[in-house]
């Protein structure tokens, strides 16, 4: 929508008393939003990002007449560019068989627009996604100079075989994923990746995965499958282990990064509160299962009952699963043990 306001010294000032949704408004051209959202000052929505980069772009061929700017617009109706979740992090949804609702795993472009990037969990295993990743990869302006991958779960790592025909780079990973994976560089933790103009850290954040690899950098967190913008995130009884991953969310909600970019769904713009979100429901769920074993109740199905009763449209499978994870969490505490599938306090 255009919106003629007439001429900049006469549009009146804006009233926040009456609003209950903004907290700030101000006038300004497009480039100068996109300058404090470039250097992080500022958090846009990914459509309007790209707005506003057409409409810059339009501008610029049009004069800076607004009205040319906007009549071009509407004529030429640009089709979608690339999904900006920040700037130097791109995002190329790849459909996966990953855990419902999510049915897609989001690959990375991380790095400097226009230097050095990595493509982090390529995870396409059918040509149309490779196809999508290497369009992105085409119209970027910077150089690819390696792939990676958060973790080595199946909806992470995408077929290796179709990824290095695609890609003729190296591939990074935690020496963890390089049991499964071949790397050619081992990430630890602290490394600084200098990509271009830009710098991430390696931040080694095991619970979900032992390996799992995050990436921090002025942007944000690339959060891999810490945290989901859709959905939730299962622990694997006998890979992850509960009481590390909440360790974990803590020490990531300390970072403060300025956004989370996870592995499925969404751009979360409110890091911190995802984070208590996080914790809280997790260390209720923990608490949850230790009173159901202190009640006296043994097996694993029924402590799941008792421990899910406040959640009856959980899925059962999973819930068994998930209660699985919390038990053996509280044996590695010793706080309780299983004698022949029975779980009783220590």
Known sequence: MHLHAGLA????????????????????????????WASHEMKVAPP???????????LERKGRDMLEAARDISERLPSRRSILFAHGVEVVPVRTATLPPADHTNCYLVGDPEGDFILVDPASHLREGMED???????HKGTLIAMMFTHSHGDH??????LREAFDVPIWGSEYTARTVECQRILTEGEMLELGNQTWQVLITPGHHPGHICLLGDAGLIAGDM????????????????????????????LTPHLLFPSHGPVIALP???FDH????????????????????????DIAKAAYADTPDAHPGLAVDQTLSHLMSHQRAGTIVEDSTKWSVQ
């Open 227 to 254: 945290v989901a913008g859709i959905g939730t995130i299962l622990i694997p009884p006998h890979t992850g282990d509960m009481n590390i991953y909440m360790e974990q969310l803590e020490r990531l909600k300390r």
């Open 157 to 162: 790592v995408g077929d290796i075989g179709l």
């Open 272 to 274: 911190t509160m995802k």
């Open 278 to 301: 996080y914790l809280s429901h997790r260390k209720a769920r923990h608490d949850a299962v230790y009173a159901a074993v202190k009640s006296g109740i043994q097996s694993l199905p």
């Open 133 to 139: 990743m290497a369009k992105a990869v085409d119209r």
């Open 48 to 58: 309007v990002v790209t707005l506003l980069m057409e409409i810059e772009r339009t």
């Open 9 to 36: 010294k006469d549009v009146p000032e804006i009233d926040l008393e009456p609003q209950t949704e903004f907290t700030e408004i101000l006038w300004a051209t497009p480039n100068e939003i996109l300058q404090k």
